[in-house]
């Protein structure tokens, strides 16, 4: 049976690992580790997404537009199972100017299967 402390390794572990996938642009790698009634808001419209096909075809849309990249910074695993991650992001345009640069807060709920159920941006 795995104890609170392993499955707080194993969510921030996942999330390393799909933060990297992220910037490195393989959203199905990323998607498959949301579940399937995932809850993602989107800040740029306003909209919670609230599914894995339509999260990954938001950031396939944005990559047309935007390039975006984010790297953790810390993440603290809340006692209820939730992961807080501060990480440093970049926003870029096509040509690779710079757009912004900050500091910006995720927080991830998962599923008891460890999927990702809801990230919620703050």
Same mark, same amino acid.
């Given at each position: 049976?795995?104890?609170?402390?392993? +499955?707080?390794?194993?969510?921030?572990?996942?999330?390393? @690992?799909?933060?990297?996938?992220?910037?490195?642009?393989? $959203?199905?790698?990323?998607?498959?580790?949301?579940?399937?009634?995932?809850?993602? $808001?989107?800040?740029?419209?306003?909209?919670?997404?609230?599914?894995?096909?339509?999260?990954? @075809?938001?950031?396939?849309?944005?990559?047309?537009?935007? +390039?975006? =990249?984010?790297?953790?910074?810390?993440?603290?695993?809340?006692?209820?199972?939730?992961? #807080?991650? #501060?990480?440093?992001?970049?926003?870029?345009?096509? =040509?690779?100017?710079?757009?912004?640069?900050?500091?910006?807060?995720?927080?991830?709920? $998962?599923?008891?299967?460890?999927?990702?159920?809801?990230?919620?941006?703050?």
């Amino acid at each position: 049976m795995e104890t609170g402390q392993q +499955r707080s390794q194993a969510r921030t572990d996942l999330l390393e @690992a799909l933060y990297a996938a992220y910037n490195d642009r393989d $959203f199905s790698k990323v998607a498959d580790h949301l579940a399937p009634d995932v809850r993602w $808001f989107d800040q740029l419209s306003g909209v919670e997404m609230t599914s894995r096909p339509q999260v990954e @075809a938001y950031w396939k849309d944005h990559v047309s537009m935007i +390039r975006i =990249e984010t790297y953790p910074l810390s993440m603290t695993p809340l006692p209820d199972g939730d992961i #807080v991650v #501060v990480a440093a992001q970049t926003v870029r345009n096509l =040509e690779g100017q710079l757009w912004s640069s900050q500091t910006v807060t995720h927080t991830y709920r $998962f599923t008891d299967d460890n999927l990702i159920a809801a990230m919620t941006p703050s």
